[in-house]
């Protein structure tokens, strides 16, 4: 509650919680890290989604997954322009079609 107390009451400054007890589980309902956030390390060193039990990774593989558990709150904005972008700039022209193709 400690750390709480230094932001705005609008602020919540916990953005997920590891831990390896349950009462650690707890703590982190206690100060409103939604529970799909909450992860505990059991003795075995594995990351377990505390949540549903399922989920269990370790440390290196959780860094191949991060991006779909803590997805990024806002994209960067790109700043090229649309014709010069991977996706229109290497694409090749479609093909014209002729009116003499046999249908």
């Given at each position: 509650?400690?750390?709480?107390?230094?932001?705005?009451?609008?602020?919540?400054?916990?953005?997920?919680?590891?831990?390896n007890r349950v009462n650690?589980?707890?703590?982190?309902?206690?100060?409103?890290?939604?529970?799909?956030?909450?992860?505990?390390?059991?003795p075995k060193g594995e990351?377990?989604?505390?949540?549903?039990?399922?989920?269990?990774?370790?440390?290196?593989?959780?860094?191949?997954?991060v991006n779909c558990i803590?997805?990024?709150?806002?994209?960067?904005?790109?700043?090229?322009?649309?014709?010069?972008?991977?996706?229109?700039?290497?694409?090749?022209?479609?093909?014209?079609?002729?009116?003499?193709?046999?249908?």
């Amino acid at each position: 509650m400690d750390i709480k107390s230094l932001f705005p009451l609008s602020v919540n400054p916990f953005y997920a919680g590891f831990g390896n007890r349950v009462n650690d589980e707890w703590a982190y309902r206690e100060m409103h890290v939604p529970p799909s956030r909450i992860f505990i390390i059991n003795p075995k060193g594995e990351v377990v989604h505390a949540l549903s039990w399922t989920l269990q990774t370790s440390y290196s593989k959780l860094k191949d997954e991060v991006n779909c558990i803590f997805p990024p709150l806002s994209l960067p904005q790109s700043t090229v322009p649309d014709e010069y972008t991977d996706m229109l700039y290497w694409r090749d022209a479609p093909t014209a079609l002729s009116d003499s193709l046999p249908v």
